[in-house]
C-alpha cells in the first residue's frame, strides 16, 4: 500500500527533515568541490570573490555536517523501529534540528561573505577558528554540543523506556563517545605538538572509531529491514566490529604520531590497526550475503519470491562493503606504513585515501538511509531500482573512482618528484605541481567531480519521484 506520507511515528518524519537538509548540503560540497577544483587550475577563477581556502573549508566542512545531519536522521528513523516506542522528548528534538540547522546556514553564509578576520580571539570566536576540518567560530561550536547533548538525551531516554536492542545498545554507546571526542577539540594549547594530538583525536576518532561503529550499527538495522537477515548473526558482528574498531581505532591513530614528536613505537602500532578498522565489517556482509543467498536459492526452488524489499537501499549497503574496505582498508593501508608514509605525507596520496574512505565507508551507507526513508515515508512494502538510481550509483562510484586514481597518480608523481628526488623543499613542491602528470591529474580529478556531480543529480531526481510511478513499487 502507498500513502502520501506513512510514517508511523513523528520520529521518522523528523528524520526526513534531516535527511533533506542532508541531500542539500551534499549538493553543496560537490558545487564547492568543483570550484575548488577549478581555482586548482586556474588560480584566477573567482579571484579576490571566493578564497581557494574558503572554497576548501565549505567543501570539506560540508562534507563533514550533512554527514551529521544524515547520521542524526538515521538514528531517529530507526529509534522507533528498535525500540518499539515514540522517541522521548520529540518536540524538543524539533527545535534542537531547527536551532542547528539556524547555526549551520549563519556559519556557511560567513565562511562566504566575511571569509576573513584579524587575528584576534573575536575572529576565533565569530567567523573561524582556522583549524583544518574544525573551522566553525567557537559559537557555533558550542551550539553543537548543545544539540548533541540534547539528541543524546532523545536516545538514551528513549532507549531506557522501550525495548533495548543490540543495535541501540550499540548506537548509544557509540553516540556518548562522538560527542565526547568533539570536546577534545574544543580548546588551545600553546604547544603545537599537543594542540596537534588533541585535534588528531576528534578528526581521527570521529572517522575511524566512532563514525565506523556508527555504520556497523546501521549496516545491521539495514540488513534485517532490506533482507530480513539474521539480528544474531549480524549483532554477533556488530560487537565484534565494536571490539576490533573501538580498539584498533585508538590504535590506529599512532600513524600520525610520526609527525608531532611522540615515540617511535606508535609507527608500527598505527599503521597495523588502521588496516584491521574494516575486518569486522566485511565480515558481516560476506556472512549476511552468503546466508541470504542460500535462502535465496532454497525459496527460488520452492516458488517463492526471494527479492530484497529494497533494491536500491541494497545496492547501496553493497557498495559500502566494497567502499569501505577499499577506501579506509586498501588506500588507508599502502600509504600508513611509516617507512611509506614519510615519502607520502602531505601529498594527493591523502586526498586520494580521503575521498574514497568517506564516499565508500560512509556517503554509500547513508544514502542507503535515504531509500530506507522514502519507502517508509511513502509505506512501501517493496521498492524497486529505477533508470535514475540505477544511473546515480553507477555515475557517483565511477567518478569517485576515477578521482581516486587521479589523486593517486598526483601523489605518485609528488613522491617521485617532491621527495625522492629534490629532497621535499618548497622549490621542489612547486616544481612537482608543474609537472605534466600531476596537471593532468588535476584535470581529471575536475573531471570526475562533473560526473559525480550529475550522479548527484539523477540520485536527487529518483529521491523525489521513484515512490510516485507504480512500476517501481510494489
Not at 500513502?3 to 521518522?12: A, L, M, V
Not at 545491521?220 to 571490539?243: H, P, T
Amino acid at each position: 500500500m502507498q500513502g502520501r506520507n506513512s510514517y508511523k511515528y513523528e520520529s521518522q518524519k523528523l528524520a526526513s527533515w534531516y535527511f533533506t537538509v542532508a541531500v542539500i548540503l551534499f549538493g553543496a560540497q560537490l558545487l564547492l568541490g568543483l570550484v575548488a577544483a577549478i581555482q586548482f587550475i586556474y588560480p584566477s577563477f573567482l579571484y579576490d570573490i571566493l578564497d581557494f581556502s574558503i572554497a576548501r573549508i565549505i567543501h570539506i566542512n560540508a562534507l563533514v555536517v550533512w554527514m551529521l545531519y544524515a547520521m542524526i536522521g538515521a538514528v531517529y528513523y530507526l529509534l522507533p523501529e528498535e525500540t518499539g516506542i515514540e522517541t522521548v522528548g520529540i518536540g524538543m528534538a524539533k527545535l534542537l534540528f531547527w536551532i542547528l540547522t539556524l547555526a549551520v546556514a549563519v556559519v556557511v553564509l560567513v565562511f562566504i561573505f566575511v571569509q576573513i578576520g584579524p587575528g584576534k580571539t573575536s575572529t576565533i570566536w565569530f567567523i573561524t577558528e582556522g583549524r583544518e576540518y574544525l573551522e566553525a567560530p567557537r559559537w557555533a561550536d558550542i551550539g553543537i554540543v548543545v544539540v548533541v547533548l540534547g539528541f543524546l538525551a532523545n536516545t538514551f531516554l528513549t532507549s531506557i523506556k522501550g525495548r533495548r536492542t543490540g543495535i541501540m545498545t550499540v548506537i548509544l554507546a557509540d553516540m556518548i563517545a562522538l560527542a565526547g571526542l568533539y570536546l577534545a577539540g574544543m580548546f588551545f594549547t600553546d604547544n603545537i605538538t599537543m594542540d596537534q594530538y588533541w585535534w588528531w583525536w576528534v578528526i581521527h576518532l570521529w572517522v575511524e572509531a566512532t563514525w565506523e561503529v556508527y555504520v556497523g550499527a546501521l549496516a545491521a538495522y539495514g540488513l534485517i529491514k532490506i533482507v530480513n537477515a539474521n539480528r544474531q548473526v549480524v549483532e554477533m558482528w556488530l560487537w565484534i566490529e565494536v571490539a576490533m574498531l573501538f580498539g584498533s581505532g585508538i590504535l590506529g591513530l599512532g600513524h600520525h604520531y610520526f609527525w608531532i614528536g611522540t615515540p617511535e613505537y606508535w609507527w608500527e602500532i598505527g599503521a597495523l590497526f588502521s588496516a584491521l578498522e574494516p575486518v569486522p565489517l566485511i565480515g558481516m556482509f560476506v556472512h549476511v550475503l552468503y546466508d541470504w543467498g542460500k535462502e535465496k536459492g532454497m525459496a527460488m526452488n520452492e516458488g517463492k519470491d526471494t527479492t530484497s524489499n529494497n533494491t536500491p537501499a541494497l545496492m547501496w549497503l553493497v557498495s559500502n562493503g566494497f567502499g569501505n574496505f577499499l577506501g579506509a582498508g586498501v588506500w588507508g593501508f599502502f600509504h600508513t606504513l611509516p617507512q611509506v608514509n614519510i615519502y607520502t605525507h602531505g601529498t594527493q596520496f591523502t586526498a586520494a585515501h580521503g575521498h574514497l574512505a568517506f564516499f565508500g565507508a560512509y556517503a554509500t551507507i547513508l544514502i542507503a538511509m535515504f531509500y530506507i526513508g522514502v519507502q517508509g515515508k511513502h509505506g512501501i512494502k517493496k521498492l524497486r531500482s529505477t533508470f535514475a538510481s540505477n544511473m546515480a550509483i553507477f555515475l557517483l562510484t565511477f567518478g569517485m573512482l576515477g578521482m581516486t586514481v587521479a589523486l593517486t597518480i598526483a601523489g605518485y608523481e609528488q613522491v617521485l618528484i617532491a621527495r625522492a628526488q629534490l629532497g621535499a623543499t618548497w622549490n621542489a613542491f612547486f616544481l612537482a605541481q608543474n609537472q605534466q602528470w600531476f596537471a593532468q591529474a588535476m584535470d581529471w580529478r575536475f573531471f570526475m567531480g562533473i560526473v559525480m556531480t550529475v550522479g548527484f543529480v539523477y540520485l536527487v531526481k529518483d529521491l523525489l519521484t521513484i515512490a510516485k510511478n507504480p512500476k517501481n513499487v510494489y
